[in-house]
């Protein structure tokens, strides 16, 4: 590992797992690239644990995430960071967009939402179909009330966001600057129901926390960047450079998920294979049969 004294301040980078199942060869390309990134630079390398969502997060996770980097080789600095040990915090910003009227209750069901998009098809989304605002217009007293009694998530309202930040970019080192455009997204969840906070607001929050100067992360979350760099002009928080990488993906052209079975790390890991080995494959382009890069 790279003493701190030699380290170079701009560069910081996180490899950002989520705990709610075993890691996989899709992951192990991914550290590996967020990893290479930083101590090509020099920088830091980060571990962020995403276990925002208690009833997927599991420890024997987290516990499996943490053999299977240094069975890999990859090192990182620090302590490693949880998000559960955040959730005062995210609740606390969540709490100023209530206050400042960017988040409106919503109390729509997965079941009349589904209703709802056969009804009136909207736009998909990288994060699905856009919500087509059925509670954006709700009346407040009314909502208030509810709000008291009901389940209920927290939407950002996507359009008096905007208003408020006006058009806005950000650099995307491998394809150029971009251009940000949250509508497509449309009014994304930033409290679930039944989770403290939401991915798009915890991460945006965290990797300004954590002095994140380079998102590396997989091209899947490309889209997403579009509604973290608006919750970066709302809250004042700096914007990083972004890096997403291509994905690993199968003989059908899926990317490798843990919901479909993709061969975890610890099966490979406790039958005895190299993980130093592998990781020098992957960093050549080597993969194994039936598997390449989207
Ligand atoms: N926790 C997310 C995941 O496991 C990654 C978040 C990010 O890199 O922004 O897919």
Partial sequence: ??????????VVVRFAPSPNGLLHLGH???????????????GRFLLRIEDIDSGRSRSAFVAAILEDLRWLGLHWDGEVIFQSERLDSYALVADQLKARGLLYPCFCSRAELRQLLVDRPQPESADGPVYPGTCRHLDPELARKRVATEPHSWRLDIA??????????WMDERHGPQACHPERLGDVILVPKEMPVAYHLAVTLDDARDGISHVVRGDDLFASTHIHRLLQALLELPTPVYFPHPLLC???????????????????????????????DLRQGIFPVGISLL
């Fill in 250 to 280: 199968d003989d059908k052209g899926e990317k490798l998920s843990k919901s479909r079975d993709s061969a975890s790390l610890s099966v490979l890991r406790k039958g005895g294979q190299n993980g130093y080995g592998l990781l020098q």
């Fill in 160 to 169: 008096k966001a905007i208003a408020i930040t006006g058009p806005l970019q």
């Fill in 1 to 10: 590992m790279t003493s701190s004294a030699q380290l170079n301040p701009d």
């Fill in 28 to 42: 192990a390309y991914a550290a590996m690239v967020a990893h290479d990134f930083a101590r090509q630079r020099e």
